[in-house]
């Protein structure tokens, strides 16, 4: 028998005794790293005219225009250039996230690194580095892996980029605190001088266009923190591509926060 033809009737008796499962609820799928009907259903993924500054989602807009920017960024303007976010923060991304962040459920990775790399194609396509915000040594002992580096590393993996990949260029220097219940500035401040452009990296950072790379993006307060040290290194260019975005004004969600009726989902939290 071929070799491939071996490998198919392994493939076929493997899917038999274990069923590709849902990343979203565990339920049997047809394919492998795809959801079931229902998970699918409840999950929001971001299409159609997008602010370019933060990549959420704008009404009105028949198509997203060159350098538009939302009201929120023309008030609050990021330190990156342009973003994109896959899906809308809650239902079964929201699940997904979280299960990858704090269960570690490395099984959903290659699934959201295709995801991302659809989503992220041009930004991916313009970037010299894609960098992931790094996790402090002590939070990334605990555990295990990070996050961002993970889907960074899936999504230029199927974008077949892999050579661009630049974990090292970025360190946490400092421990911050969880990101819950703090308003904007609170966030910002807290973040402050906690990223460093790694010793000797700044040759590598020097004119290139660096994509940044994070799991969820609530007020972008850890990816401006980021974008402002590798501004000063000399970058040329700094985008974002997350998973996922909270959708509603910042503030009002930050209200909500303080309410407990959401946690905070931003790096180290």
Known sequence: MERSAVGRLVTAMGGALFPPLCPGCRAETAEPQSLCQSCWSDTEFIAGAVCDTCGRPV???????????CDECLRNPPEW????GVLVYGGTGRRIVLALKHGDRLDVVPMLGQWAARTGEGLIADADLVVPIPLHWTRRLRRRFNQSAELARAALVAARRPEIYAPEVLRRVRRTASQDGRSRSERAENVADALAVAPGAEPLIRGKRILLVDDVMTTGATLSAAATVLRAAGAKSIDALVIALVRAPRDD?????????????????
């Open 59 to 69: 009404t009105g807009l028949p198509a997203t225009e060159p350098g538009f920017r």
């Open 81 to 84: 250039d342009r973003a994109r």
């Open 253 to 269: 969600y930050l209200r909500a926060e303080q309410r407990k009726e959401h946690p905070s989902e931003e790096s180290e939290a």
